[in-house]
């Protein structure tokens, strides 16, 4: 054991990170190989590969940098954290740039690049880094009035936004939107600007859906499922209604060797039949406790730039949880987004572990921090004649 009068880093990690957010982290990590162990055999015996469990192993492997990952990060502190994120912002900016140029297009988007033998997408490690810099910005611009804060965050919405656009990747650049929209009203937003966002919000929506035939296609299946190929939803929502409240019991899903993405955007869906909704529901409740424990740190701070920053990352991490459990659900349009620490994939999961271990590192308890207690008033003794 570690002892409390130990000064070493580790002493010092162990005694300062928040360990139920810890646990809960490596708990979805272990959740995810499960899900990939009941979910992907189907789709490996689908797509012709010979071994079953390809997909597990990998996802197995991956969790291995992931952990590492977000134990590893978690050992820095805001200032190093802030360091990374603006590092980190340039070399995606300079990946998806690349990938744009020579990155292979699958299914009429090029979200993919081969470094070191190895596909990643830049787009997932894009995302933490820009809710740290947006943090930091804006907290700044609270601090030095002469630095146009807000501007600059402004500045990096639309060079992520462009280039998420340019892919297309239409979900990716609603999460940022979001996540930034979040941020500059928590910095202290007026009611007009309020309005014009919402307005732009609104006209970028319809903008989209006029000008790209593949987001009015999502939306209209949305909509009017007659009006096109809603096969996913209509599996998935299939899905859950025969797993019932209990599931049928791991292994004996049915749905999810016809569901195409039953092991990525869809494992919710492979959780609900097979595990029913009782586990469906303690997953969400999971999910909620990160987002509102997180959210409770990052109130308490009163660093500007860390309230912010730990905010935004957790309102990511939020927010993707809640759109990838609606769209199996069909409760939103499909968007392609996974669910963190579940869904398969490499890029994801080490991405999600580099977000989180950003959180633990930001959240940590520092000697220099302070909470706002109330004064405690003393009246004093009457005189004794």
């Not at 919405?157 to 979040?182: N, S």
């Not at 308490?300 to 939020?318: C, P, S, W």
């Amino acid at each position: 054991m570690v002892s409390r009068a130990e000064r070493n880093p580790v002493a010092d990690w162990w005694f300062t990170v928040d360990k139920l957010l810890l646990i809960a982290f490596l708990a979805l990590i272990f959740g995810g190989i499960v899900l990939s162990l009941a979910a992907s055999p189907a789709v490996a015996e689908r797509i012709g590969i010979a071994d079953s469990y390809y997909f597990v192993k990998r996802q197995a492997i991956f969790a291995i940098p992931g952990v590492i990952t977000l134990i590893g990060v978690s050992f820095l502190s805001p200032k190093q954290i802030r360091r990374m994120a603006l590092v980190g912002f340039v070399v995606c900016v300079g990946l998806l740039i690349l990938t744009l140029l020579i990155g292979p297009e699958v299914k009429g988007s090029r979200r993919w690049i081969t470094i070191l033998g190895m596909s990643v997408q830049p787009s997932e490690f894009m995302k933490p880094m820009f809710a740290v810099l947006v943090g930091f910005l804006l907290a700044e611009g609270q601090k030095r009035p002469d630095l146009p804060g807000r501007s600059f965050s402004m500045l990096l919405l639309g060079i992520v936004a462009a280039l998420f656009v340019a892919q297309p990747d239409f979900g990716q650049t609603m999460l940022i939107c979001l996540t930034w929209a979040g941020l500059f009203f928590i910095s202290g937003m007026s009611w007009m600007w309020i309005l014009a966002f919402a307005g732009a919000g609104a006209g970028g929506i319809l903008s989209a859906y006029a000008l790209v035939p593949h987001v009015r296609s999502r939306i209209e299946r949305f909509m009017n499922p007659e009006a096109g190929d809603t096969f996913q939803v209509q599996t998935a929502q299939e899905a859950f209604i025969n797993g019932g409240w209990w599931g049928q019991g791991p292994g004996e899903g049915t749905f999810k060797r016809i569901l195409p993405d039953s092991h990525t955007d869809f494992v919710f869906a492979v959780l609900g039949e097979e595990f029913g909704l009782i586990l469906c529901m303690f997953l969400a409740l999971v999910f909620a406790f990160v987002v509102l424990r997180g959210m409770s740190h990052a109130l308490k701070e009163n660093d500007g730039y860390v309230r912010l920053a730990a905010t935004g990352l957790i309102m990511q991490f939020g927010l993707q949880s809640c759109i990838n459990m609606a769209v199996n659900l069909h409760l939103m349009p499909a968007k392609g987004m996974t669910l963190p620490f579940i869904s398969y994939g490499g890029s994801s999961l080490v991405a999600v572990a580099l977000s989180m271990g950003m959180l633990l590192a930001l959240t940590r308890k520092r000697p220099d921090q302070t909470r706002f207690v109330a004064p405690i008033e003393f009246s004093p003794l009457p005189s004794r004649g």
